[in-house]
């Protein structure tokens, strides 16, 4: 008889300081590889999960989604909700599971994503409290050119000045919606709203945009740049321990 399928999806948050990004590769520790690890062992079998794009190595999230499928029958029925205390004791403590919820079965972690956000995080004076979560930047920015630039941003798609290069994706265009700095306790945050996101876009953005609050480049300059189409001419990119993914949408999941 033809087991019976069901997807699930799985909401996620995790502290990527100690992890070599979310996606599984040999001979390193990944969020992926964790979480894979737990679930085959809750649910007494193989499960592999899909994720709705790949966080680099140092990177945080505090939403993030994956699906996975399960065999299911009356011999082995799953309770999702009652799930998440023994998946979670099965984490490091710094992988939490917030959701485990069934979808339909073709339901996509990471094409079906309708937008995503980012968040990236930097502070003026040392604190030993956002080690690895923050960005310690030494000197003084002009927020109001940053983000006029930001403003600047949306104007445009096509994002290959801030790709990684060979990434073999099929398309460097992406729809931006948000993009601005506003002040936190003794530092700035950076909002960033998109419908997909290029390989290191965000952190080259932010870097091309510190540029401007140094006063190293104008906003006609960030214009040159961003329409040569080069990552030679953008800002270098920031650390990734600044970098949190902060929300994924999707047409049928609630909030």
Known sequence: MKPNIQRYFIELSYNGTSYHGWQIQPNA??????LDQALSVYFRQPVVTLGC???DAGVHATEFFAHFDLEISEEKPV?????????NSLLPYQIAVKRVFPVAVDAHARFDATERAYHYHLHFHKDPFKLER???FKGELD??????????ILEYTDFSCFSKSNTQTFTNNCKVTEA???PTDGGLQFTIRADRFL??????????LVRI??????????????ESKNRSNAGQSVPACGLYLVNVVYPYVNY
């Open 213 to 226: 609050g140094k006063k190293e480049i104008n906003l006609a300059e960030l214009r040159e740049i961003i």
């Open 29 to 34: 520790m990944t969020v992926q590889e964790c």
């Open 143 to 152: 927020v109001e050119a940053m983000n006029e630039a930001a403003k600047i």
């Open 134 to 136: 923050s960005w310690l």
């Open 79 to 87: 309770n999702a909700e009652r799930s998440i205390t023994g998946i």
């Open 199 to 208: 390989r290191n876009m965000v952190r080259a953005i932010v870097g091309t």
């Open 180 to 182: 601005y700095f506003e």
């Open 53 to 55: 794009g790949r966080t």
